[in-house]
C-alpha cells in the first residue's frame, strides 16, 4: 500500500480499529480462472489475530479457497475534497486541486474455510450482535434466537464459513495532513456542509485539529 509518511498508520491497535470501521470487507484471491472477490462482512477477532465471516455455499470462491494466501481490503471513510474549501487557494494563486481522503485498510494472510455448524451459528450471532448493536432507529434490536432454530439450521445449511489469519495489515488515514491547519479545517466545514456527509471523517479529522500542537 502507497501511503505518504504523514498518511502511514503505523498503530496495529488503530489499523484494527479502521479494519473494524469499515463493517463490509473486499476479499481478494486467485484461482484458477485468475482473481476472484467478494464483498463480506467480517468479524475482526483482535485475541486470535483472525477476520471471520461466511459466503453463500453456492458463491464458488469458497471452494479453491482454503490454505491460500488472500488479500482483504477495506475502507472505513471516504470523500472527494474540493479545492475551494482551502483558505489557501487564494493565497497560492490558484495552484490547487480536488482529491480524495479515505481511510483504508489492507490485511494479508491465509484462509481457512469452516463448515462446522456450531462454528457458522457462533459467527451468524457475533455478525447479527455486532450489527443490531450499532442500529439508531429506535427499533428492537434483532437476534438470532428471535427466529426458530429449526429455520436457522436451515439457513446455516446455505452458508460456508471462513477465516483469515492476519499475517501482515497496512493501513492509511489519508485526511488532508499535507495540508496546514486552516486549510484541515476548512476542509471539516466544507465535509460537513456536503450531502452525505462522512461523519467518521469529519470526527477523526476535527479530533487531529484539537490535538494539534501550538506553533
Not at 28 to 53: N, Q, R, W
Request: aromatic share 6%.
Amino acid at each position: 500500500m502507497y501511503a505518504r509518511p504523514t498518511d502511514r498508520v503505523e498503530n496495529p491497535a488503530a489499523a484494527l480499529e479502521i479494519l473494524e470501521a469499515a463493517r463490509l470487507v473486499h476479499l481478494v484471491s486467485t484461482g484458477k480462472s485468475g482473481f476472484e472477490a467478494t464483498s463480506v462482512p467480517v468479524i475482526v477477532d483482535a485475541e486470535s489475530s483472525l477476520l471471520i465471516g461466511h459466503f453463500a455455499r453456492a458463491n464458488p470462491h469458497w471452494q479453491a479457497l482454503d490454505g491460500q494466501p488472500v488479500i482483504i481490503i477495506a475502507a472505513a471513510s471516504d470523500s472527494y475534497v474540493s479545492p475551494s474549501w482551502y483558505p489557501s487557494k487564494q493565497a497560492n494563486g490558484g495552484r490547487v486541486v480536488p482529491t480524495w481522503n479515505y481511510e483504508a485498510v489492507h490485511v494479508h494472510g491465509t484462509a481457512q474455510v469452516h463448515h462446522d455448524p456450531e462454528w457458522l451459528a457462533d459467527v451468524v450471532t457475533r455478525l447479527t450482535d455486532r450489527h443490531e448493536s450499532l442500529r439508531t432507529d429506535g427499533a428492537d434490536r434483532w437476534a438470532v434466537s428471535d427466529a426458530p432454530s429449526d429455520f436457522i439450521d436451515q439457513q446455516l445449511k446455505g452458508i460456508v464459513g471462513f477465516s483469515v489469519s492476519i499475517e501482515r495489515i497496512e493501513a492509511k488515514q489519508k485526511l488532508s495532513a499535507n495540508r496546514d491547519e486552516q486549510d484541515q479545517a476548512g476542509v471539516v466545514a466544507g465535509l460537513s456542509k456536503t450531502h452525505g456527509a462522512p461523519t467518521r471523517m469529519i470526527d477523526t479529522m476535527s479530533r487531529a485539529l484539537e490535538t494539534e500542537p501550538e506553533r
